[in-house]
């Protein structure tokens, strides 16, 4: 299975709500909250708590990543290795993070192929670089060790912005680049080994929140003009912009709602203009109701034929003046006769 990641995520838009009804965005506060990373990890249920288990990550981009091992409890607003849930590997910083970093193995560059490799019976993590094992400063092939199996282990790895990478966890084994280098011989088997159908993977993404506006903003007028019997309520918003022809022009973005009351009953406004609780019509107005759809106009074509003789005769003296629907026993015999 071949999963591409990529960080090409847009700045997150921090907008803003006044009252009840409106929101605006606020460019000044983008930059405190740009999506600086996003998380990719495997579905919760695929977590292992027994064997020894590998999987490939490509870093198409050779900048801010990190790749590896997380218990199914991670947080997506949580940097991957500043808490105790992740065990990975930065290939930019050539570093290792649990709860803190520690200098770790060699940068890597674009194009360069990661192995991930967990054993859940001596409670051992190691990495490699292109089929070499990557080793502390003291020459220990041991990025992490003596860690508790708990609910188990994923993949996992974070993607910084404009970052890309892809991720092989071994439905075919034949895509795997460096496992029979440094996974096979081992007694490591890929991730997804023996799986048909494709891992289920979840990614973090941030998602633009709404503060109160300011009545006084210096940018954004909002003012709610009431209804009239004619009319329904409405907002009317206002942005003022300035700056230069050549300047560069935010995109504020609004999300408008009003709040509104619901009457006890249902109710019909009259021509008057006053209300009357009875929605449904009287019995005499149903009667006296003629519809004038297909199925109407069949039926009474069927009743017309059950009925009796002398009902026929004060139909037929009738049609010439008040009948608009077509005569089919006149038209069958033409029929016949056409063919």
Request: proline share 3%.
């Amino acid at each position: 299975m071949n999963v591409l990641m990529s960080g090409n995520v847009d700045l997150a838009q921090h907008c803003a709500k006044r009252s009840s009804f409106v929101a605006a965005a606020r460019s000044d506060l983008l930059s405190s909250v740009a999506e600086r990373f996003r998380i990719f990890r495997a579905e919760k249920t695929y977590a292992v708590k027994s064997g020894k288990w590998y999987f490939e990550f490509e870093a198409v981009t050779a900048e801010d990543m990190r790749v590896g091992w997380t218990r199914p409890g991670c947080r997506p607003d949580q940097e991957l290795g500043t808490d105790d849930q992740s065990f990975v590997f930065d290939g930019f910083k050539a570093q290792r993070w649990h709860q803190g970093n520690e200098h770790f193995g060699r940068s890597w560059q674009a194009g360069d192929v990661v192995g991930c490799l967990v054993d859940m019976n001596e409670y051992t993590m190691t990495f490699t670089l292109n089929g070499e094992v990557l080793l502390d400063d003291s020459g220990s092939e041991l990025a992490f060790k003596d860690f508790e199996v708990a609910d188990g282990f994923i993949p996992v790895c974070s993607l910084g912005l404009s970052q890309v990478g892809r991720m092989n966890f071994g439905n075919d084994v034949g895509t795997l680049k460096y496992f029979t280098i440094c996974g096979l011989q081992e007694g490591y088997e890929p991730f997804a080994v023996n799986m048909n159908r494709d891992i289920t993977m979840w990614f973090s993404k941030r998602l633009p929140q709404f503060v109160p506006v300011p009545a006084n903003h210096e940018h954004v007028e909002v003012t709610r003009i009431d209804g009239t019997v004619d009319s329904s309520p409405c907002l009317k918003v206002i942005q003022r912009s300035f700056g230069s022809q050549n300047s560069n022009t935010d995109i504020a973005f609004y999300r408008l709602s009003m709040p509104i009351e619901c009457a006890e009953v249902f109710c019909k406004v009259s021509i008057g203009g006053l209300a009357n609780t009875n929605i449904l019509p009287q019995k005499n107005e149903i009667e006296d109701f003629d519809a004038d759809s297909d199925f109407e106009v069949l039926m009474k074509t069927a009743h017309g034929h059950l009925a009796s003789a002398t009902a026929e005769k004060e139909k037929e003296s009738a049609k010439t003046e008040f009948n608009n629907h077509k005569d089919y026993n006149q038209e069958k015999p033409s029929r016949l006769k056409q063919r």
